[in-house]
Every structure is written in structure tokens, then in C-alpha cells.
């Protein structure tokens, strides 16, 4: 496609349900990002995917966090038991050259626990 | 540990005068800055980088110093238009192209006209 595309753009669960959200990245870009921004903060990093290497997992803030990459293209993160302190918007970005020539993101999922 | 600050939440600037956003980091080894531009309810948009061996890039009305000593770096935006306001967040690059990005918190841009 175009742009990165994120799906859903917005989605309100109750505490301790499950969540998937989805991210579609630019065609033959070989990167994918997940951050996500907290009300008031800065972008987090979550996860990277880089081709066929393994993911560099180290932003997940606990093991209810997950994220796959099917087939080097869509990606889906994924968040169990959902806390009130996971409401952010999750943000997907995807590079053909690397985080220093700049990312491209999508809108973004904004999700509410209530 | 905020390892990229930004201390400003929000500035206010007129038409036509210069505005500038500023960033402080902490990590001496960060090779690579980046400035985004994020508007309301869309992803953030890369708009100028500058490599940690260089003090200065220029891009059209945008230009981006960098002050390793002072571990400081802002942008320049000359003259700022009102479609320049929205929310700026800097970035560093951790060395060795790892593929994340370190954030700041952002800083909120309103270009009155």
C-alpha cells in the first residue's frame, strides 16, 4: 500500500480481556516498528522485526505483550489480561533503510482498558 | 531515565518569526538525531536527521544544530507558518544502527497568524 496502514484506529476493551492490533507496513520495507505513547509521553520503543533475523524484543514492558510478523510483511501485537495502564495509541512504523533515515508510520491504534 | 528531553512542552510563536525547539540527551554515543512532526489523530512524520559528526543540516525552512559538548540539539524553523504547528518530537539513535529509536516527550507548536 501507500502508507502503513493500522487497524483498528480505536478500540475500547474491559480490563483482562485480550487485544490484537494489526499493522500492514509499506510493501518491501524489510522493517517494522511497534511504539506506543502514553498520555503526556514520549514514543516507546516495543519491538523491532528486521527481515529474517529474530526480533529485537527488548521494549516489551511485560510478558502480556506479544508481537508476530507473518511472512515479512503484517505484523500483530498482541496484549493479554489488559491492564488500565496499557491505554495508549500503539504506533507501527515501518523502513527500507534503517531507524537514521527516518521511519514511516501509521495513525496509530488508540486503546482504551476501562 | 529520560535519556532525550524535551523541556518545553509547549511553544507559541507569530507568523513569519523564527521558531525554536530544543533537546537534550544524556548518552555521549547516540550517532544519529532525528526531528518528527506529529498532527492530531495521524503517525509521526520524519522531517530532518543530522549525524553526531556533523554540527549542522539545513532542509528548506528547517534546520537542525547539534552541540555534542552540551549534549544539546534543536530546530530551527524559518519563517514559521501556521501549518508548521503541531507536536515535534526528537529522536536519538543508539549506535550501531540497532533499529530503535529514543524519544522525547515532545513539544507542542502553535504558529499564531
Known amino acids: 500500500g501507500a502508507g502503513v496502514s493500522q487497524s483498528p484506529s480505536n478500540k475500547v476493551t474491559e480490563k483482562g480481556k485480550d487485544v490484537e492490533l494489526r499493522c500492514d507496513p509499506i510493501?518491501?520495507?524489510?522493517?517494522l516498528y511497534w511504539y506506543r505513547q502514553s498520555l503526556g509521553q514520549g514514543l516507546e520503543f516495543l519491538i523491532y522485526f528486521q527481515g529474517n533475523s529474530a526480533p529485537d524484543k527488548s521494549g516489551l514492558p511485560s510478558d502480556r505483550f506479544s508481537a508476530e510478523r507473518t511472512g515479512g510483511s503484517v505484523s500483530t501485537l498482541t496484549i493479554q489480561r489488559t491492564q488500565q495502564e496499557d491505554s495508549a495509541v500503539y504506533l507501527c512504523a515501518s523502513s527500507s533503510r534503517g531507524s537514521r533515515y527516518g521511519y514511516t508510520f501509521g495513525s496509530g491504534t488508540r486503546l482504551t482498558v476501562v | 531515565d529520560q535519556q532525550v528531553k524535551q523541556n518545553s512542552p509547549s511553544l507559541s510563536v507569530q507568523e513569519g518569526r523564527i521558531s525554536i525547539l530544543n533537546c537534550d540527551y544524556t548518552n555521549s554515543m547516540f550517532d544519529y538525531f532525528l526531528w518528527y512532526k506529529k498532527y492530531p489523530a495521524e503517525g509521526p512524520t520524519f522531517l530532518i536527521s543530522?549525524?553526531?559528526?556533523?554540527d549542522k543540516n539545513e532542509d528548506g525552512r528547517f534546520t537542525v544544530f547539534l552541540n555534542k559538548s552540551a549534549k544539546h540539539l534543536s530546530l530551527h524553523i524559518v519563517p514559521s507558518q501556521p501549518g508548521d504547528s503541531a507536536v515535534y518530537f526528537c529522536?536519538?539513535?543508539?549506535?550501531?544502527?540497532?533499529?530503535?529509536?529514543?524519544f522525547g516527550q515532545g513539544t507542542t507548536l502553535q504558529v499564531k497568524p
Open positions: 543530522i549525524s553526531s559528526i556533523k
Open positions: 529522536a536519538a539513535s543508539p549506535p550501531g544502527n540497532t533499529g530503535k529509536l529514543i
Open positions: 510493501s518491501g520495507h524489510t522493517a
